[in-house]
């Protein structure tokens, strides 16, 4: 069978290294190898390229195939939840999908994901750490992927150095990815998937010749064991936690997922996202759902030695079956496990390597030169970055399996710390900006919290030997950043509220200092004749008047503050900003709260300021008290206290 094995892996070299050639030899600048929205060539061009390529994502090698078949006989059927976790992260992306194309198009130049939470909540800060959590994240996973694999191959070819086959299944990576760019992932990612396609054929046609020929169906089935094709939970240590942690990986985290934000960028039209994630959520279930009973009834063929993936067991199976099926079934095996464990890297590499050289590298050289788009130079800068990210991240990994991690811990610690980003993604998308802007130092703190609780927990389940808790540390980072954020969210709300009272009572307290708010009923025949810019001490002391939201787009919305469901205007220590050499600058506009004074309408009586000096006894050409908006208007409605005090302290009912 080896040499079967070595001209499949063979053939996918020189397939995938062709695509990425002959994109790679049209690439003339950064933008035909990024999807930065400019270049011809890294686009999607249809909701097929989208479909297939995200859904290709989703099958990692590593972390889905792998992972499937260990876990079969420790979870058996319950790995559906994958299934069902994986089609509702995609559906939670679509829902979202429109929204972000929209908000990626109004920029110049499609944003990265981090630039994109940047510019939002205005803080390079979070840009720059949101971009470090990624590339981490991404990196960890590609070099996971890339040990996964070598063990796998390893035990497949017993005659070739480790060392070699991780050379080979890197350099290849490296190579296409570097060359093709984003292009030639999404290409390869469509490989990937018929290749995939044909896996799921094949081997079900190797199970069914297998159970004919080795005494039937029932004799077979009986190998099962117990409890894998049922739903039972008897035994089934740490299935709770499991349930958890997939749900939190596999629900929120596509929407902040770098990966899906480049195919996003590179979609040229709207429908090319919604439809092709519509038809990813189809595709995904399809495919994960047969790899899940694929996983379930290997052991109706092996029975597995104790420590050996049932993957590995099934294939020296077919290796040592005679006959022309399994020489087939293993040519075709070879080139969809080893094509999902290229594209999954590949994936993970343009992901970082765009987020490394946008994000990163860009923001640190100072003379980026002018075009940089088309320049040649840049192109090969990014091509390094790739090449030298990728391989520090493989002996990164490499350290932490010497340090007792195994595969699992890494998939949950590297998906737990990247969850971080995903409920800032959420805020940006459904916040407004103003908003967002005050929440720029929570979010690098609720970022930074949720990655460094999601490798703590892992790193703390390690040191205590703790083989469910490392399930929960996606739950924990991504509780944890959500956590920041809320907190975050209240701070800057009271603060806010807090503002506006303050100024409220500043002005009452400013205003009583000058004579004014001596208010009194208006009982007796009066009128105002005021004295313009030879006072103006009511604008100068009780300048944060209430406005209505039609007077405040006719003001502008700078000049405005809210809290709760009332807004001001943006005073300067009680000073009105439009209050210009003693008079009104918006004398034509001005609000009409600036209009009633000095008369108020308290419990439906007439009251007036006394303090006015601009009102005469002479005659009376006082207001009807129906035309006047009563008192409590010129406070945010929550704030019966601040009404109560006021009163108390400026009104005299007699
Ligand atoms: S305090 Fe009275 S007189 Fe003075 S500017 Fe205001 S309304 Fe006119
Ligand atoms: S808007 Fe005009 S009238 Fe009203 S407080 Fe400001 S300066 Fe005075």
Known sequence: MIPIIISSLGLVLIVYLGIGFAVGGRATGIDDLLPMGRGKQARVNNSAEFSASTVATTISFAMVIMAFFDLAAWFGIWLLWTVVTTAGGLLFVRFFAGKIWDKMNSYERKPTLHEFLGSQYDSGALAHVGAVCTSLGFLGAFAAELTVGSIFFRDLLPGIAPWVIVLVLSTVAFLYTAIGGFRAVIVTDRVQMFSIWLLLLSLPTFYCYYIFTHGGWSVCFANIPEGTLTFSTQGRVGLLSFMLGIFVINVPTYLSDMSVWQRIAG???????????????????????ALVMLACMVFMIVTPPDGENPLITLLKTVSQTSGILAP???????????????????????????TLYVDIFSKYVKHIPEGRERSRK????????????????????????????TIKDLVFAIYGSQLGLCPLVLMALLGKGEKLKKLSTSAVIALSSGFIVG???????????????????????????????????VVASC?????????????????RR?????????????????????????????????ITPEEAKRIGDDAVMKSDDAMFIRSNDC????????????????????????????DGRLYYDKGCPGVKYDKDERPTVTDIEPFERFFPKKQGLLVRLTKAICVKRY
């Open 328 to 354: 087939v079934v293993m040519f075709i095996i070879v080139i969809g496990l080893y094509g999902a464990m290229l594209s999954t890297a590949s994936t993970q590499l343009i992901a970082v390597s765009q």
């Open 455 to 489: 490798w703590g927990t892992a790193i703390y389940a390690q040191v205590v030997g703790d083989g469910t808790l490392i399930f929960l540390a996606p739950v924990f980072s991504l509780a944890a950043s959500s956590l920041f954020l809320v907190i975050g969210i």
């Open 378 to 405: 840049e192109l090969i800068i990014s091509r390094w970055i790739l090449v030298i990210a990728a391989i520090t991240s493989t002996i990164l990994v490499q350290v932490f399996t010497i340090a007792g991690f």
């Open 267 to 289: 979609a040229q039209e709207r429908e090319t996202v919604t439809r092709g994630l519509f038809r990813g959520v189809f595709s995904a279930s399809v495919t994960w759902g």
């Open 575 to 602: 000073v009105c900003p439009f209050l210009k050499k003693g008079l009104c600058s918006i004398h034509a506009i001005r609000p009409n709260s600036c209009r009633e004074y000095p008369w108020y309408n308290i």
């Open 495 to 511: 603060k806010q509220k807090e503002h506006v009272n303050w100024i409220l009572i500043k002005s009452v307290w400013r205003a």
């Open 514 to 546: 000058k004579g004014l708010y001596r208010i009194v009923p208006a009982d007796k025949p009066m009128r105002l004749d005021c004295l313009m810019d030879r006072c103006s001490i009511c604008c100068d002391s009780i300048g944060t008047p209430v």
